[in-house]
């Protein structure tokens, strides 16, 4: 993640959400009392194919700071819990890329 900005897998996700937040607006809005919505929350389950790469592995938890940051903004969320998860096979203190992903996600959860 460079720049403050979001890698293109990313960027096309953020794009879908987005998307969809409009048709809820639209749908809420319109004949309806609603005028608004809020984005109570970030659930992030990624890593494993990062964890096979040592400099994705290496790097991920500042890339994940970075990507919270990056979607509390882009949602108009800065206080918006994020939550992260992983596939539950790495144990704790693994030193492997599988064990710098979890590592991240705690160090980031603290």
């Known amino acids: 993640m460079k720049n403050g900005h979001l890698p293109r897998q990313a960027q ?3 794009k879908q959400v987005q998307e969809k937040l409009n048709t809820v607006r639209l749908r809420f809005t319109q004949g309806g009392s609603a005028t608004k919505y ?3 929350g970030f659930f992030w389950w990624q890593g494993d194919k990062d964890s096979r790469d040592a400099g994705l592995s290496a790097g991920y938890e ?3 700071v ?5 979607l509390r903004k882009t949602f108009n969320a800065p206080k918006a ?3 992260t998860a992983s596939l539950g096979q790495t144990a704790l203190g693994a030193t ?3 064990g710098e ?3 991240a996600m705690l160090n980031v959860g603290k």
Not at 66 to 70: C, F, G, P, R, S
């Open 12 to 14: 096309d996700k953020s």
């Open 38 to 40: 809020e984005i109570a």
């Open 62 to 64: 500042a890339n994940l």
């Open 66 to 70: 970075q990507l919270i940051n990056v």
């Open 81 to 83: 819990p994020f939550v």
């Open 96 to 98: 492997s890329g599988d």
């Open 101 to 103: 992903i979890l590592n």
